[in-house]
């Protein structure tokens, strides 16, 4: 018979994960990271000391990544909201589970690494890491701890430097063949087709009387 594992822990998919009410904060759901009931139980005890201190002194809370994510995706109302929910999926893996002060250009570089090696070209990771940088920005700019002590203060100190990567990969402009034109017209809408093909055939004729 197997030891009694202590409250607060359930098993979803072979991971510990913690759900437990604590007074004072609410209720605590993250996962543990683990298999390993002794680890998983140890990060819970981490993870109680944590939000004591927080709740007895006015600690600021340790938020990782994956929540501020989360925030944003919940919060965002910009157009390109499914692009950015897609490239944090991406992230996930490589800075999920960061505390947010920890999510900097070191420990970026393996996820830059990857997608480079899958052939990402560098325009399409400058655009993933500029949902992290705005992530970040949003945390040290705006998003705010009301703390027991009264203080308000940001999830984040100060957002940190993330250099964008250029590999000297961007595409060269050329101009379209007939039948590539072709091709894109019949993807549009009629209304923008007829407007497009007027556009095209008004700078072919200026071009050509140039």
Known sequence: MGRKRTPGLTQRGGVWHIDKCIKGHGRLCESTGTSDLTEAEAYL??????????VKFGVRPRMIFRQAATKYLEEATIRSIERCAQALRQLDPYIGGLPIDQVHADSLYDFIIARRKAGRRSG??????????????????????????????????????????????????????????????????????????????????YLGSA
Not at 147 to 162: E, M, Y
Not at 164 to 171: I, L, Q, R, S
Request: charged share 25%; aromatic share 12%.
């Open 45 to 54: 005890i981490y993870r109680l000391n944590e939000i004591w201190e927080q």
């Open 124 to 205: 399409t990771v400058r655009r993933d890491l500029s949902t992290v940088r705005r992530i970040l920005n949003l945390a040290a700019r705006k998003w705010r701890h009301n703390l027991s002590n009264g203080r308000s203060v940001p999830w984040l100190d100060t957002s940190p430097l993330i250099e964008m990567p250029d590999w000297g990969d961007k595409k060269m402009p050329y101009p379209l063949s007939w039948e590539e034109q072709s091709s894109f017209f019949q993807l549009l809408l009629d209304h923008l087709s007829k407007m497009s093909l007027f556009k095209v055939s008004f700078v072919k004729c």
